[in-house]
């Protein structure tokens, strides 16, 4: 492969193949070497998509003779966002079950709600979970408290504290709204959107999970801001 290419001008391609099925022009990488792939993969450790690249790697494996190397360090990688995606929707369908009992909803911001977005979802990286209760907050954290957990951070925008070894985020704001204007201004706008979203709410589907889930997701619009 020439010198002159970019790791850009071979990975976009790749993402492209991973979120929207676009196949890949195959002689990008052709004569590709071990270090110009690591170096693929190093460049997207950073912003989460070292999963969605490595999955479209090994799925064109054969076609472009993919250094064994390079296929292991795919396989385990994916194997490893695969389990924590895992791990972590679990704790999220117990925590759900849990406040449904006390009649508490429960929505899910960022990682594991927005991973229902792509194909495949565990091939969306994300390490906690960040819950949203439409105000009620304090009744999760009193419960965790009640049980020995230990809750911290409670007077900022969300407190936080671990689950079953997951990281959780209970948010009673969406931004720093005692700190920053804006924060103060787009929670307003994220109040409306939210309550809408309570009204007429659409359901997390998780990843091999058959049953019925009472996870809200949020709207387009409230993501697109947020």
């Given at each position: ?41 190093a ?24 250094p ?52 495949i ?58 700190i ?47």
């Amino acid at each position: 492969m020439s010198n002159t290419f970019k790791e850009d001008e071979l990975l976009f391609p790749l993402l492209q193949y991973s979120l929207f099925g676009k196949y890949p022009d195959i002689s990008l990488y052709k004569g590709c070497t071990s270090e110009q792939y690591n170096k693929i993969l190093a460049d997207t450790v950073g912003d989460g998509t070292y999963s969605l690249i490595a999955w479209a790697l090994l799925s064109i494996s054969e076609e472009i003779n993919l250094p064994i190397s390079i296929k292991l360090n795919c396989a385990l990688h994916i194997e490893q966002a695969k389990k924590i995606y895992y791990r972590i929707s679990s704790a999220a369908v117990k925590i759900s079950e849990r406040l449904a009992k006390l009649e508490v909803k429960m929505m899910i911001i960022k990682g594991l709600s927005i991973s229902a977005l792509y194909p495949i979802p565990h091939l969306r990286e994300f390490g906690d979970i960040d819950m949203y209760l439409f105000g009620k907050y304090a009744t999760f954290d009193k419960l965790m408290e009640s049980e020995g957990i230990k809750v911290t951070n409670k007077k900022n925008k969300h407190s936080n504290l671990y689950y079953e070894g997951v990281s959780i985020e209970n948010h009673k704001y969406f931004g720093n709204i005692d700190i920053y204007k804006t924060d103060r201004s787009l929670q307003t706008i994220l109040d409306k959107l939210v309550k809408s979203v309570e009204e007429k709410p659409s359901y997390l589907k998780i990843e091999n999970h058959s049953d019925p889930c009472s996870i809200i997701v949020p709207s387009a619009d409230f993501n697109a801001l947020f």
